[in-house]
């Protein structure tokens, strides 16, 4: 077990109609002047961004909007939100939205208090020291960047996507998270976001750290969690415990806990950032594509934790050797995916003809010669993983 | 699920030497006037106590010690921190011990900012607005108290152990876990630890509550966590690893994580803290008498989630009747305790005539005509349910 800090200080408040607490907590923390930041429309579509106005109103706040955050979101709206918040004497962050939305949030907070370019933060030119504090109404179980004190966004120009690390700066003070507001996301965005959760705790535990026993069952029980909630959504999309619960799970997948002690991956989550970043696909859906191929390679190459983890979490049979288990475990993994409706590989993803030499090139130009800890992989292996996913 | 608010401040700083940091964090934090709580001499004996006062010297911070602190710590102690603590001018306080110190220090905290008595916190006549902040360095993974907002107190003229429950107010600001530190506790005061953390587990697990699949699977996984690394530390005492496991699942097994969504029981505790009020036992061994008398009273009268506790944590192939398996569950969980070198009688625990009809009496005084959710005991449950502890 190596040593670590964990500190996640936000505030979680769960349950029916919690959204309408936004105004009162930030006017208690001292905020008088909000930038709500949200994406593009449904919020405004279903009544939501009208409660947290409301909510604003009645504890007395300024505020302005920042609306249009899309999917992978990028610099420009970024730098938009920041002239904007510095126009109106923004105090407090106010995100309305899922992980797009929350990260755009954080880049504008960090950025408004910057004298440079806020991309200095992503290309790693500069640290973030301060920020402005931030508020959450979540409305995807996804991306855990309620609870998480990174951010990851697009520079259009170069087509980077780039993430954003910091241990707590960026941590939102609160996040208030009413499952009720997601019974009504499509089931691709449901299972997008189930994918994605399940990666967060995936590149956390493909770890060589020795003996992390207490962090691996937490993380086992977890994606033994969302398996069986992810079922029962997909029969119910109305099943409020079923959302109730995979909203809490996306949470604890990102917030630090399911990596206390271990040295973590990643590699997965690089990957498909190119393919996203080069064909602007969804990121859980992306990750169905990369995540399995990943672990079919480290069948072969490295199979000690994924036969563990098919044995504990897709409860596989010890087979002959581990790589069997292994792969085993790989392919329930995929039958899993596939009964959500996940796509399994680029072509399922629309991406007919990759350009695979590019999506490496990239990454390995962005993360350097290796990426990755599980194992620290070549160009030649994240080639050879690009094309298993094919 | 249950509607919850969590919030787990406490910044968790954890691997070898990490005790020397107190003194710049409290300086860094605004501190200048620390008061040190601590124990029965183990810390100035082992040299932790030195290396904690140079850490402090070093920060420039001034310091004075609250030393003596005894297992079911006492009113008497917390009104001579208070008085210490008001004559220093103290501004900072710095626990250095397990659960006693850390639950003297907190009643110190609140204590010292109050007009009135302290004990007003604890028999509920007054709540806990403001309190001083608090660091810990611990020594004793059992309490949780390092990341918990609670603090349990006896008031020796009336016999009565009662705890103090906030949200966060008295939760420490940071914790120092040195999984080193513990390699030397005797066998004894490990096992009392582990009990203790096991229970902290099963007091929200053992709920009513439906659909809590996040928090019961995150609870299994931390409960056969603890168990697996129990056989180990009792093998090796001088296993690192395993003392580390140990060290952050009692910190996680009582921050509030195990119990999100869930309406928690915690009847097995009121029970103890009766048996150690009257008869001045550890905590822990009080524990692994009463649990296990409790559950085997909920085998026979609301097996449910005893049957599943069963399956999930003790591996128990489903027997006949719920009652059946988890009666077996109950078997094997007596079996690790004696194996940990517990007591599991009352009779064992050295107490050969206990007055059951006094223990009951003033559980239901203290605590009302009902004790507990799973099943609310009566009077007639907890004096059947002592009588099976005999």
Chains 1, 2 share one sequence.
Not at 67 to 89: C, F, Q, S, Y
Not at 197 to 224: K, W
Not at 234 to 243: I, V
Not at 362 to 373: A, D, I, Q, T, W
């Amino acid at each position: 077990m190596n040593d670590f800090v964990f500190h996640s200080p936000t505030e979680f408040i769960f349950g029916r109609g919690v959204e309408v607490q936004a105004g009162e907590r930030i006017a208690r923390c001292g905020g008088r002047r909000v930038l709500i930041v949200c994406g593009g429309g449904s919020a405004r579509r279903s009544g939501l961004l009208d409660r947290v106005v409301k909510a604003l109103d009645d504890a007395g706040l300024a505020h302005a909007l920042l609306e249009g955050v899309r999917p992978n979101p990028t610099d420009d709206k970024v730098r938009e939100g920041i002239r904007l918040g510095r126009a109106e004497g923004t105090d407090w962050l106010l995100a309305v939205g899922g992980g797009s939305v929350i990260d755009t949030a954080k880049a504008v907070a960090a950025g408004i208090r910057y004298a440079g370019d806020f991309w200095d933060f992503f290309d790693g030119s500069a640290t973030v020291t301060e920020a402005l504090p931030i508020g959450v109404v979540l409305t995807i179980p996804a991306a855990g960047s309620e609870g998480s004190g990174n951010s990851v966004i697009t520079k259009t120009a170069t087509c980077q996507k780039l993430s954003l690390r910091t241990p707590y700066v960026l941590r939102p003070k609160f996040a208030l998270l009413n499952p009720e507001l997601t019974l009504t996301l499509p089931a691709w965005q449901t299972a997008c976001g189930i994918t994605d959760m399940l990666a967060h705790i995936m590149e956390r535990y493909f770890t060589n750290t020795p003996a992390t026993v207490v962090t691996d069952h937490v993380s086992e029980g977890l994606m033994q969690a969302i398996v069986e909630e992810a079922r029962r959504v997909t029969l119910n999309p109305q099943d409020y415990d079923a959302r109730a619960n995979l909203m809490w799970a996306g949470t604890l997948a990102h917030n630090g806990l399911c990596g206390t002690g271990c040295e973590e991956d990643w590699a997965s989550h690089f990957m498909e950032h190119e393919v996203s970043a080069f064909y602007d696909v969804s990121h859980g859906a992306g990750l169905a594509v990369i995540f399995p191929a990943w672990l079919q390679w480290m069948a072969v190459h490295h199979a000690t934790k994924v036969a563990q983890w098919a044995e504990r979490v897709w409860g596989v049979s010890p087979a002959a050797t581990p790589q069997a288990t292994a792969e085993e475990g790989v392919r329930r993994f995929r039958a899993f995916l596939a009964s959500i409706g996940m796509p399994l590989t680029l072509r399922e993803l629309g991406i007919e003809h990759p350009d695979i030499n590019r999506l490496a090139d990239s990454l390995h130009r962005n993360k350097g010669e290796f990426v990755g800890n599980y194992v620290r992989l070549t160009r030649k292996d994240t080639e050879e993983i690009y094309r298993l996913a094919q």
